[in-house]
């Protein structure tokens, strides 16, 4: 997929320099004010109009006021999606100041939150009501919203990504009116709408179902790839988070297991120290990769020594931390991803050949490949619909050439009717999506429903939608 360059230089009324620094502190920067980019710097825009709404009425005027002007509109996250799927060159709607949590009932678990709310500060105002969601990926920069339309999602052979921990929504429609969907009122747009791609209106508030607060024992350590690719099936059914990390040329994997500490059981092994904390999350994960990484840029001949010594320097560590934080880590090394969701049984073929096939590509690989489970679910374009799933993520470092290394992995996953993550680099078009999830076409007819003109549209969506 090319980066995305989209854009017509119009000013218009609702820009505003504080909405734009905003925008651009939210998305990673950059040089040119009046453009949008994404974190990972793979795709970029010039929005006709910012807004930044304050509240839903505000919403509700955007999306209006789009409409009369004949101009698209798209709700923008963190910028954390590789692909071009927030990117406009219409309205950016920027929902960074429509955040917080508007209701909470601590006996159900039910939250309604603001969609432009990160993940951090929801974790952070759970915490503080003795709440959590029950599964995170592994950051938190993302907002609510966004992090749902593409289908984002953490690990847990028995539990599914964020959108499956959704209970209602409440959307402003093509037409400026204001859908409250949840499984009994208008189950298909809700459906629909838990991983819409931000195609069927901009969500204003999402009510979540949480649990109440539950620590987290990690157990981190090096196993051989080839071990772990044997137990692979025991190791996913017998930890409620279960993970791995594989460095293309290494023999050695990273394998996390995360889990439950019971209330009533033992305390497990404690909080990692402050100190330790930034020893090995900044110091090693970040400061020290990164040094690897820009050594690899420099001399890419090195890469497989860097990769083998990154991956014999693996360590066992535990800690037991409230959930968040053994969820979330710190992501500062910019890199480049594609990550696909396959059958969980096609999970260790896939690696197999991925293993195979590797070492032959002309450019080496910097970052490992990480690999996670989900339960299936039943949410329209989920990568995990009506199927146990794995799931596949592969990087590349910033800067590095990944385009060869990511057609390679998608030709391998095709086989196993893998699906890509809406978020992440791919080369899919709708009519191949369409045969890959099959709820596609009642999610474009619903699209059609509730977006007759493609008020939402934008050429990413065109192409894995199809036209409006
Ligand atoms: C370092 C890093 C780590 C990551 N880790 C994980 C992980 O562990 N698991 C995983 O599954 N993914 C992961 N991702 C991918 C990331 O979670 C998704 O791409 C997510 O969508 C990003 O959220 P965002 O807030 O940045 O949304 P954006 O990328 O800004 O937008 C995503 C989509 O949401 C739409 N949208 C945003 N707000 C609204 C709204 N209010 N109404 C309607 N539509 C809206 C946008 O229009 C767009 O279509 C990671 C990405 C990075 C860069």
């Not at 990944?402 to 196993?416: G, M, Q, T």
């Not at 992440?424 to 509730?450: N, S, T």
Request: hydrophobic share 40%; with cysteine; proline share 6%.
């Amino acid at each position: 997929m090319r980066p995305y360059r989209h854009g017509r230089d119009i000013h218009a009324e609702c820009s505003g320099v504080l909405g734009l620094v905003g925008l651009m502190g939210r998305a990673g920067g950059g040089q040119d004010r009046r453009e949008w980019r994404n974190w990972a710097g793979t795709a970029s825009a010039t929005p006709a109009r910012w807004c930044r709404p304050r509240s839903a009425g505000e919403i509700v005027a955007a999306v209006k006021e789009a409409a009369a002007a004949g101009l698209t509109v798209r709700a923008l996250g963190s910028g954390h999606s590789f692909t071009p799927v927030a990117a406009t060159d219409g309205v950016a709607v920027d929902l960074s100041l429509w955040t917080g949590i508007v209701a909470a009932d601590t006996r159900t678990g039910l939250v309604t939150v603001r969609s432009g709310t990160t993940l951090r500060a929801l974790n952070a105002a759970l915490d503080g009501l003795g709440l959590a969601m029950a599964n995170l990926g592994d950051i938190d920069a993302q907002t609510l919203a966004g992090a749902l339309c593409t289908g984002t999602h953490g690990t847990g052979a028995l539990l599914g990504g964020l959108a499956t921990q959704v209970e209602a929504l409440e959307l402003i429609l093509a037409d400026g009116s204001v859908a409250s969907c949840s499984g009994s009122a208008r189950p298909d747009l809700f459906a629909a709408a838990r991983i819409g791609l931000g195609a069927l209106g901009v969500i204003s508030t999402v009510t979540l179902r949480c649990v109440p607060s539950f620590t987290l024992t990690a157990d981190e350590r090096p196993m051989p790839v080839e071990q772990v690719l044997e137990q692979f099936d025991s190791l996913a059914a017998g930890n409620d988070h279960f993970e791995f990390y594989w460095f293309p040329y290494g023999r050695q994997a990273l394998v996390k297991r995360n889990n439950r500490v019971p209330a009533d059981g033992a305390p497990g092994p404690g909080a990692m120290p402050g100190w330790r904390r930034f020893w090995e999350f900044e110091v090693m994960e970040n400061a020290g990769f990164g040094t690897l990484c820009r050594i690899g840029r420099a001399a890419p001949r090195l890469i497989p020594a860097l990769n083998r010594f990154s991956s014999a320097a693996l360590s066992r560590r535990s800690y037991t931390e409230v959930s968040h934080r053994v969820f979330v880590t710190p992501r500062r090394v910019r890199f480049t991803e594609s990550e696909y969701a396959v059958p969980r049984e096609s999970l260790v073929g896939v690696l197999r050949e991925l293993r195979r096939s590797v070492p032959r590509l002309a450019d080496p690989v910097m970052f490992p490949v990480e690999v996670r489970v989900a339960a299936a679910d039943d949410i329209w374009l989920s990568t995990a619909y009506q199927r146990e799933t794995a799931y596949i993520a592969i990087h590349q470092y910033s800067g590095l050439p990944y385009r060869a290394y990511f057609d390679l992995f998608e030709s391998i996953v095709a086989d196993v009717e893998g699906r890509p993550h809406w978020g992440k680099m791919h080369g899919i078009d709708a009519a191949r999506l369409g045969r890959l999830y099959p709820r596609h076409q009642d999610f474009r007819r619903v699209r059609a429903e509730v977006d007759p003109e493609g008020r939402f549209a934008s050429p990413y969506l065109i192409r894995v939608l199809g036209q409006p």
